[in-house]
């Protein structure tokens, strides 16, 4: 094979490709930025998100005849979506409220929320079966993990549910690593649930 129909099969589409997946991953983070209210820095990843779409552009426009082209393109797209999603959930930016609704007795699971330095507020409420605790807690995305974990050993029945934050004022929140970390949560070697 002749290096004209190795670029032309290979390594253009290939460029192409990978191109495209930056591009879409980056749009993905940018949008997920403006949504957070990072103004700053969501118009740097959308000047190079634009910037390499050009240059995938420039050569699908080049090759109008080359479907290979075009399904490199496609296929770039798509896995741009998922690595952008991908990434968007390492990086965890941002805060999100947890709202947690409890029947059962929720004193260990504020204690040891608060005690992990999450800022947590819990008022009375009525519901469908009768009184409730509703507790709130806005949290780094970061540390999502712990206070979720916490939440299921304390309270495994809890109901609770979790909304984006685009900002925040003052808030207490973690310093330090925490021993409900997010992977591997072992109760009885940090703490002892009380009968």
Known sequence: ??????????????????????????????????????????????????????????????????????????SGFAMGNFVGMWLEE?????????????QKDA??????????????????GCGAEGPVKIIFAIIKRKDLNVAINIINYFNPQAFYSLEDVRRINEGIFPQKTSRFDGTSFHPFKSIRKSK
């Open 107 to 124: 004193s260990e699971l504020i204690t040891h929320l608060r005690s992990n330095n999450f800022g947590v507020t819990s008022i009375d």
């Open 1 to 74: 094979m002749e290096l004209s129909s190795i670029l032309y099969f290979l390594l253009f589409p290939s460029l192409i490709f990978f191109a495209r997946m930056a591009d879409v991953t980056l749009g993905t983070i940018r949008i997920i930025m403006v949504s957070r209210g990072l103004k700053y820095t969501a118009p740097i990843v959308g000047f190079f998100e634009v910037l390499i779409w050009l240059l995938a552009m420039r050569q699908i426009m080049m090759n109008l005849t080359a479907i290979s082209y075009y399904f490199a393109y496609a």
């Open 90 to 102: 390492k990086l965890a930016m941002g805060y999100t409220i947890v709202r947690i609704i409890t």
